[in-house]
């Protein structure tokens, strides 16, 4: 049953601390999200790549957030310095599509907390 | 400004009736619409999609309508059962050339069935 996981599950740290949170999509998938989802925001978009490359990172603060895909089975998404307002459960998804629309496998999620 | 609005944040409805869950949209142009399902502490799992062009897709216990006239889709849920209870996510993919499958989520109903 191909799943997609992401490490860590939760992670707690203090403000200003670098973070790094990993996602390994379905194998064979060409696509990979980054979201992030708070209680007030609901989920929101961050980043996404197409066979490796980035589409649209148009959803990331810039200054502190970066995401790559160094190879096809690894995707990282890193905030540095982290902020108590970066609180929130960060989501990895991945799919196969060429064109149209097509749906998106979830993993379970990092929760972060910031102090 | 864009909007996806999900009727009421909680709906609780009697097992065995039918529940139905309302997204209505504004200032998107959808080529494509998806519902996921959500529970607690996992990621979101791909339900329907439904296209521009279709009126109504089933699966199972499952309807979708999906009307651009009225930017609206309708997720329905016959024979509800305390195991449907979740958190249920519209999507919108505006159908981007590149393919890239861009989701823009709704902020959720949370479905209760009571036995």
């Known amino acids: 049953d191909a799943r997609v996981t992401q490490t860590p599950r939760h992670k707690v740290t203090e403000m200003g601390q670098e973070v790094t949170m990993r996602c390994q999509p379905i194998l064979g998938h060409n696509t990979v999200f980054w979201y992030r989802q708070t209680m007030m925001q609901g989920l929101e978009l961050l980043a996404y790549f197409r066979n490796r490359a980035p589409l649209d990172d148009s959803g990331m603060p810039k200054d502190r957030f970066s995401a790559e895909m160094p190879d096809a089975t690894l995707a990282t998404l890193k905030i540095q310095p982290s902020e108590p307002r970066d609180s929130a459960v960060y989501f990895c998804?991945?799919?196969?599509?060429?064109?149209?629309?097509?749906?998106?496998?979830f993993g379970p999620g990092t929760r972060l907390t910031v102090t | 400004s864009q909007k996806i609005e999900q009727n009421s944040e909680a709906l609780n409805i009697q097992e065995g009736k039918t529940a139905t869950l309302t997204c209505n949209y504004t200032?998107?142009?959808?080529?494509?619409l998806q519902w996921y399902r959500q529970d607690p502490g996992r990621g979101p799992v791909f339900l329907l999609l439904?296209?521009?062009?279709?009126k109504e897709k089933r699966k199972e216990r499952l309807k979708v309508t999906f009307d651009t006239t009225l930017k609206q889709s309708l997720f329905h849920i016959t024979a509800s059962q305390p195991a449907d209870s979740a958190t249920y996510l519209c999507?919108?993919?505006?159908?981007?050339?590149?393919?890239?499958?861009?989701?823009?989520f709704g902020t959720g109903t949370r479905l209760t069935v009571i036995p």
């Open positions: 439904i296209r521009e062009n279709e």
């Open positions: 999507a919108l993919d505006e159908g981007d050339q590149t393919g890239a499958n861009n989701l823009f």
């Open positions: 998804a991945s799919g196969f599509g060429a064109s149209g629309s097509y749906e998106q496998y």
């Open positions: 200032n998107y142009s959808p080529a494509y």
